[in-house]
Every structure is written in C-alpha cells, then in structure tokens.
C-alpha cells in the first residue's frame, strides 16, 4: 500500500466523505471545479492515484493494489465509510473496492466505465507520451508541436500536458508512464472476482450520451456485480463527462448522492 497525495475540500463539515478517484493518466486536479462545487456541502477527499500526480510511483497497477492504497487513505483519516466517485480508472478502483470491502463505501457513483476489458485503447497514446524527446524540449509549446504529429486531439494533448513538468535538471513526466504502458493490459480489463460476489449498496453508473465505455451489452455484468445500479445519462458528453457537461453532471451526482448529508 502506498500513500496517497491528496486534497481536502469543505474539512468543516460532518458526515460521510466523498472520495473522488481520476482516471489514467489524470490527477486530482482534473477533479477540482467539481470538489469546490461539492465541498460547500460535503467533506471531500481527492487523491492523486498511484503513479499520478504527486503520489508514489510503483510497478504494480493492478486494481487491488489502487483499491488498497485508497482504503490506507481512509484508515489514516479515520474514515470508516465514504462515498466514492470514480471516473474511468478510478471508477473502477472504486468498484474494486466496493466488491472487496463493500462495508467501507456507503454508495458508490461510477462515472463512465463499467467493469469489462476494453481492447485497444490509450497505448499509441502512452507510446507517444514515451517517444516525447524530454532532453530536448525547448518550452511547453515545442512539447505540444511534438506531440502533435502523433496526437491529433488538441484538448487530448492539453490534459496530457497538464502532467509536464519542468525541474532544474529538465522535463519529466509526473506520472509514471512506463509503469503504466507495461501495465496497460491490467489497467484495461477488470478483476475476475469470484463467483457470486457482488456489493449491494446503491450505485449509479454515470455515462456520456456521445461515449462508448458504458454499452448495452455491458448491463448484464454491472447488474451482476451490482444489483441496485442505475444507469443515468449524461446528454452532449463524451468520456470526460465532468469536464464537458459540469452543471448536468453536478445536478446528476447530487441526486445520485440522495441522503448523504
């Protein structure tokens, strides 16, 4: 188990806490605008996850190994129960956690993903980011000129910029790119828990109209795993569904949060 880096937001209030989880290559700061929103009401924790951000880097990327290091979080704060919203990679270190210890989340809220492999995604992106010639650089515009020529996505290239960072020895990267090109495979599927378990909490699996991660011929597999979903759209979003409907998503997650107060 690692320690996280994490941010805390609306400290002074009481209650359960909400945990919010970024995806692969993100950080906790893809989360602020809407942990400010949130901690007017709620305690909110955001964590940078294992090779992000300013926490640990290790070789281990498996879901376990993330779930453990979110569950060391809460054991240092004293947190017995939270609530955990996780986009993409970090909705499915929540749902590994809830599955693992379903008495420590009170309600879980999965933003566009389910519990399925998906093939083929993100490794030209990783290869690209690896390729990026650091020594080199001449300034965070030459970087994205750079990049460019493998990634076409301007707002693509945006968020993995965010992750640049200039020291006094020269660029780095702040996540831990090899450890998670190596292993993509495990980031990219789902843990086969054994037969039968499932977590019984509420649950809302929150989907971008315009995304194909959360599919019809997933729903069998997310009500198997979690009997009480609801899967709730979010119209004119993609994958970053916080990010391109923020007031929508917002108004979806409270509901979805109900009578944590």
């Known amino acids: 188990m690692l320690k996280l880096y994490y ?12 945990l919010l989880l ?12 809407i942990a400010r929103s949130l ?5 909110v924790m955001v964590p ?13 990327v498996s879901y376990p190994a993330l779930a453990a290091d979110v569950l060391e979080l809460m054991d240092d704060q004293g947190i017995e129960q939270a609530v955990l919203v996780g986009h993409s990679m970090g909705g499915k270190t929540a749902m590994s956690l809830a599955l693992e210890h379903p008495g420590r989340v009170e309600r879980l809220v999965v933003v566009d993903i389910a519990p399925v492999t998906y093939e083929g995604r993100l490794a030209q992106l990783l290869d690209a980011l690896l390729a990026l010639p650091l020594d080199e650089l001449e300034n965070r515009r030459h970087a994205d000129e750079l990049l460019a020529r493998q990634v076409a996505d301007k707002a693509v290239r945006d968020h993995m910029l965010q992750n640049l960072q200039r020291t006094d020895t020269g660029w780095r990267w702040r996540n831990n790119l090899r450890a ?12 086969e828990y054994a037969q039968g378990l499932s977590y019984e909490g509420p649950v809302c699996f929150i989907r971008g109209e315009l995304s194909d991660y959360i599919r019809p011929e997933h729903e069998g597999r997310i009500r198997q795993l979690f009997p009480r979903a609801e899967i709730i759209p979010i119209p004119g979003a993609g994958h970053w569904v916080y ?8 108004e979806r997650l409270e509901a979805c949060l109900g009578q944590v107060i």
């Open 180 to 191: 998670l090109r190596d292993g993509l495979d495990s980031i990219s599927a789902f843990p």
């Open 243 to 250: 990010a391109e409907q923020p007031g929508i998503f917002l």
């Open 48 to 60: 940078d996850l294992r090779n992000h951000g300013r926490s640990p880097h290790d070789p281990d």
């Open 22 to 33: 970024h995806g692969l290559l993100g950080s906790l700061v893809n989360w602020q605008r």
């Open 7 to 18: 941010r805390e937001f609306g400290e002074q209030h009481s209650g359960t806490p909400l």
């Open 39 to 43: 901690g007017e009401r709620y305690r």
